[in-house]
């Protein structure tokens, strides 16, 4: 097959240039990328062609210049598209790992054989990192990333991806019967959250309250939509009321000081779902810390075996920082193998023959300080490879408070108190796809309440920045027209 088309790239420099592309191949075969008459990307076989429908646009994408990742790219990951040849009268979405699981191929790597294929460093991202997105007439999608949806209206389809990542925050940072939890910041991935909350409770018969907490009017009803049964103004409300009020705290603000209230006002666990790349309360790399879905909790032998409940493992091996050697080399469980040092001695043992044809991570890391949290998750900038595996845990001492500046006193306050801090990233279309079709008044009201803005793909500009602006909550790009998804 040989697609030639034109699409906008986006640049460093926060603007959209044209671009001549071709895709040449087939998914058995593989395929070359050319843009602008020269080889772009080079791909195996395991991907199959589709043509856009719609495609979200989403605060990545309007901060995609400060991500990791080299530009120009035809960005977008919010995909709704159809098939092509033999595929040709079918609709699907598309998650956005590029991974040799995706692809479906015989030869796994690690982290694939561990169950945690999205987070293989080998992996592309749609949109993201390398692989073409869906702010281009055509893309090449992993074959099993390409999941065919029936039943859902475009509109509901077009929101599968914010949504399963909204819905992942939930199985990450599951709320309990009686619970009082809530979302800062429900605009487009916190008003998500809220439904996400919603149908997640209806769907399992639990009974916990949902709280969306906002300085903005636009807000306040589509929060009430989307599925909270009270609404906070903080324009009007005291915030030291809040302090300690909710049992979860889903931040979705992306800013310092929405983080620092976060802290304050979770009661027993903040989940961060979202932030912005700055150095916040302190810590360094928080934005790695949810690109990996890591947790910081407080330093406990009853800790030391964390993960996620979706994950049937045991913890074996960890890594003292220097700082917490003494206190800790001594209560660690003799069923652990445990290693100490510092950043550079922790990288060389991962390099060691104790880690080959392992995922060459720590389970477990203890630190006691802000610094070494940055470094546990990213302890060398010529990589995105943290010392401890992906969904597992940091453990943080806070015994030497003189390790401690004085911004990260609020963060040290938080863990003395017990609590914990969560992340999530990417979630599962599959589940997305049936808690909606199983609650379609929440359905509904994501189709008529959260998309904001609708531009042809013809006024691509117009609609990222339409996107930024603070009136707007979901922008969504049409490359053609499509009704409900049977």
């Not at 049964?229 to 049992?247: I, M």
């Not at 903040?270 to 690109?291: A, D, R």
Request: hydrophobic share 40%.
């Amino acid at each position: 097959m040989n697609l030639k088309f034109q699409a906008l790239d986006y640049t460093s420099e926060d603007q959209f240039v044209p671009a001549e592309y071709e895709y040449i191949g087939d998914e058995h075969t593989g395929w070359k990328i050319i843009r602008n008459g020269e080889t772009y990307l080079e791909l195996g076989a395991g991907y199959i062609p589709l043509q856009t429908t719609s495609c979200g646009v989403c605060s990545t994408d309007i901060d995609r210049r400060f991500l990791p990742f080299p530009l120009p790219q035809i960005i977008g990951h919010e995909v709704l598209a159809k098939g092509l040849g033999n595929r040709a009268n079918k609709q699907y979405v598309v998650e956005i790992n590029d991974t040799f699981a995706a692809r479906g191929a015989k030869d796994l790597d690690s982290f694939c054989l561990e169950g945690i294929p999205t987070h293989s460093p080998e992996r592309k991202v749609l949109g993201i990192d390398r692989l073409p997105g869906g702010f281009g007439p055509y893309l090449l999608a992993p074959i099993h990333a390409a999941i065919e949806v029936t039943g859902l209206s475009s509109k509901a389809a077009v929101l599968m991806e914010p949504f399963s990542a909204a819905l992942q925050a939930i199985i990450a940072s599951p709320p309990k019967s009686g619970d009082t939890v809530a979302v800062l910041g429900p605009r487009r991935l916190g008003s998500l959250i809220l439904a996400a909350l919603s149908s997640y409770r209806k769907s399992n018969s639990l009974n916990f309250r949902i709280i969306a907490i906002t300085r903005h009017d636009h807000l306040v009803d589509l929060a009430k939509d989307m599925g909270a049964d009270e609404v906070v103004d903080l324009r009007s409300t005291d915030p030291a009321s809040l302090e300690n009020k909710y049992d979860i705290l889903y931040d979705t603000t992306s800013t310092p000081s929405g983080f620092e209230s976060a802290l304050k006002f979770a009661k027993r666990e903040l989940h961060l779902k979202t932030t912005n790349g700055q150095v916040m309360g302190g810590i360094p790399h928080l934005t790695e810390l949810v690109v990996d879905e890591l947790s910081l909790l407080p330093a406990t032998k009853d800790a030391l075996g964390f993960h996620w409940k979706s994950e049937d493992r045991k913890n074996k091996t960890v890594f003292l920082f220097d700082s917490v050697k003494d206190n800790w080399i001594d209560k660690i469980p003799k069923d652990f193998t445990v290693f100490s040092g510092n950043t550079n001695q922790a990288q060389s043992i991962l390099e060691g023959p104790e880690f080959k044809g392992k995922v060459p991570r720590f389970d477990v890391v203890i630190v006691g300080s802000p610094d070494e949290i940055g470094l546990a998750i990213r302890p060398n900038p010529s990589h995105e490879n943290a010392l401890v595996r992906p969904r597992s845990a940091i453990l943080v001492d806070t015994q030497k408070e003189d390790l401690w500046p004085i911004e990260a006193k609020i963060v040290l306050d938080f863990f003395k108190k017990g609590k914990e801090i969560h992340s999530s990233r990417c979630g599962d279309f599959h589940l997305g796809i049936q808690l909606l079709k199983e609650n379609p008044e929440i359905t509904s009201n994501l189709e008529n309440h959260l998309i904001s803005h609708r531009f042809p793909a013809s006024q691509l500009t117009d609609a990222y920045a339409k996107a930024k602006e603070p009136s707007s909550v979901k922008v969504v790009i049409d490359f053609l027209e499509s009704g409900s998804v049977q």
